[in-house]
């Protein structure tokens, strides 16, 4: 490819991605279901405008970066503080079962020989991309309902948050499997010497920061090196602890939410991600998925991928909340609200794929899986709150 064959292929891919994003959004799919409808349209399965370069691939990593940073600074400490043991106990729950449920419905599906088989990562990692929450759906259907502030709706927000925390460290143990020779002392060894350097490094960075937020509110030198803090611990995390680059990104972001000016460190991040590199990182999703090796069987895979993600995801967090006295239909509510999955999936299969774990074939029944739980939550919540008094609501604010 030519040095400004690259211009041609990021306008087609700005273009399309948010003319189907903005499409899917008017008919309330999330937009990055059309971004990823996009790059299969425009990728090599269909039209075969654009190739997936190396110099996509580079850019859609730095769009997976930003996009953790961007989750790290969303987190209210706050809020995790206030729930805590509740919260925390569900989040365990909702990583657990589906877990479990997706490496035994891979099993089961295609057969594992031995556990120390290449094919049994691949099984614990199919149950690891189902352990993925995404709740910003549920916080808008929560918000037009008027219980986003009630007490399910608190701890469904600080659950989601800390399911994605646990998420994220299940997927640094997993990839650090792939390699036979890795063994588990080494790999949580590794993982809390890297915890515990980000706890000195994150109070460190904490401090600096809030004497140069008291010193330059409000001025671009301060995103301009939360940005800088962002690279530099996903740096670190990768290349001297062995641990997941988007670990480090989110952990920035996380010694960086309270501060004075974490939403304005957002809203600039958002603007790079929104206008250039979020499309091209949703977009590479599209471009990789080979509907070529799509058969019949995958398929059938897809379909039963998506169930057993909802089930697992609804069980785990409803029997969980219902043992922390939780009534029926509020648990019911709680493991309805935590089944929506997004970008942390999205994520999560994009850096298994970066690092041989799974076949581009599997992100097919991925995006399938957003696409129903994105449909389906909202229908849902509606229908479970429609029978608590709307006064419990404002009780609980």
Known sequence: METYDIFK??????????LLGIGARRIHIPQVVGEI????????SLLGWVDNTPFISQMAEIGVILLMFSAGLGTDIKELRKTGPIAFAIACAGVFVPLVCGTVYFMLFYGIESLSSPKFIEAVFVGTIMTATSVSITVETLKELGFLKSKVGTT??????????????????VISFRD????????????????????????????????????YPHTRRIPIAGLALCFAMAYIAEKLFGIADITGAYVAG???????????????????SYMLFGPIFFASIGLKTDLADFSLSMLWFSIGFVLVALLAKIIGCMLMAKICRFNIHESLICGVGMMTRGEVALIVSQKGLSVGLISPVYFSAVILLILVSSIATPVLLKLLFAKIPKEEAAIEE
């Open 9 to 18: 292929s990021l306008a087609i891919i700005i273009i399309f991605a948010k």
């Open 37 to 44: 409808i996009a790059g299969l349209l425009i990728g090599p």
């Open 156 to 173: 469904i927000m600080a659950a989601a948050i800390i399911d994605d925390v646990i998420g994220i460290i299940v997927l640094t143990f």
């Open 180 to 215: 036979p020779e890795v063994k588990i002392g080494n790999v949580c060894f590794q993982t809390l010497m890297f915890f515990i350097f980000s706890i000195g490094m994150g109070f460190v960075t904490y401090k600096l920061f809030q004497i140069i937020d008291k010193k």
């Open 254 to 272: 996380i010694i960086l939410c309270s501060i004075s000016d974490s939403d304005y460190i957002a809203r600039k991040m958002d603007i790079n």
